[in-house]
């Protein structure tokens, strides 16, 4: 997912590209799991449920716009 929220508006040289794909992977899973564990305060969510509805959403976008 995060490869192709990077590369319009980085291009497709790897050089560039690969480390920012890299921490735009570190900030996303970061994000989804502070969501994930105040979702649902006491208990936690699985990482996965809530990356997978993220990835489920940027795969819907882009089936969309083709």
């Known amino acids: 997912m995060v490869p192709h929220l ?11 590209a690969l480390p920012l794909i890299a921490l735009g992977g570190a900030v996303i899973l970061l994000f989804v799991d502070l969501v994930s564990r105040t979702i649902l305060a006491p208990q936690e969510l699985l990482v996965g449920i809530v990356t997978a509805a993220l990835g489920g959403l940027v795969v819907l976008y882009h ?4």
């Open 6 to 16: 990077v590369r319009p508006f980085f291009g497709v040289i790897h050089k560039r």
């Open 63 to 66: 089936v969309r716009r083709k």
